[in-house]
């Protein structure tokens, strides 16, 4: 085999064990190759001329790297090309594609803690790796902290990176898995998990002060967090209602005031009933007014 780097015209490789591939992880690759260029070159068998497919190439492993090059405009692709037979590249296509079917992600991970170890920052981590450095961070973070369940949930995509380091400040294995859940299940997002935290938060200072509530009632579940957060989302809302409602009120009290202390006869009016003060806050909206108006 050979180790030397060809440039080799696509449209002449031929894909012997074709595969789908996730479309998330396609479009990492090709952003990868956008910003960092190929890493690894492919690897083609060169076909003999006396085979019935004619002369060409067929790919012994690479498959989502030309499909990248392919989506960035490329007609060429770096490549290797070793001498093996027919079966030989078959076999070998088809151990590829068992092999990439259900990838480790502790391999990654793995990675990571190797450059890690030789020195190199989170930024030159991420750079080498194709990944943003708070998720080299984040997952340092969460294998540290022991945090094996979010931190499998992150390196598979089930969860974002700061999702993950969110639910990982949670006090308590039961409330972690109950906000995991609810995430999963598209109940709750990065905000209203951190609203969730706060309402399990305030519940057990509020348990610290009250009379001692039941096992049942104090349990933890993800429909309970999510009819909890509906609730306090409710309330907030309502509260912004009002606040809107009290503001619209004040702004008309504030400019008919303007225009009433504008008429000499009002004030008269005003001091022969002995009303010559006002609110202190509505008294320095209208001075405002006045002053912007002089």
Known sequence: MSDEVQ????????????????????????????????????????????????PGYDLVCGQGRIEAFKALGYTEIPAIVVEISKEERLL???????ARRFPAASDLLREIERLKAQGYSNVAIGKKLGICDGMVGGFLALKK??????????????????????????????????????????QLNYLS?????????????????RNRQSEKSRTTSSDGLISAYRRESQKQKLLIKKA???????????????????????????????????????????????????
């Open 7 to 54: 440039l080799i015209p696509i449209d002449r490789i031929r894909i012997l064990n074709p595969r789908y591939r996730d479309r998330k992880k396609f479009e990492l690759i090709i952003q990868s190759i956008r910003d960092l260029g190929l890493k690894k070159p492919i690897q083609v068998s060169l076909r003999s001329t006396d085979e019935a497919e004619g």
């Open 92 to 98: 070998r296509s088809l151990v590829e594609n068992m």
């Open 145 to 186: 902290a022991g945090e094996e369940r979010l931190l499998e949930a992150a390196l598979h995509g089930k969860i974002p990176i700061n999702v993950a380091m969110e639910i990982a400040k949670t006090k308590g294995a039961d409330e972690q898995r109950e906000l995991l859940k609810g995430y999963e299940q598209g």
């Open 193 to 209: 998990i951190r609203m969730a935290k706060r309402l399990m938060e305030q519940r057990r200072l509020f348990g610290k002060h």
């Open 244 to 294: 809107k409602i009290c503001d619209e009120e004040l702004l008309f009290l504030v400019t008919a005031f303007t225009k009433l202390l504008a008429d000499e006869n009002f004030i008269n009016l005003l001091r022969a009933e002995s009303l010559s003060t006002m609110p202190k806050y509505l008294s320095l909206r209208i001075a405002d007014i006045q002053k912007e108006a002089a």
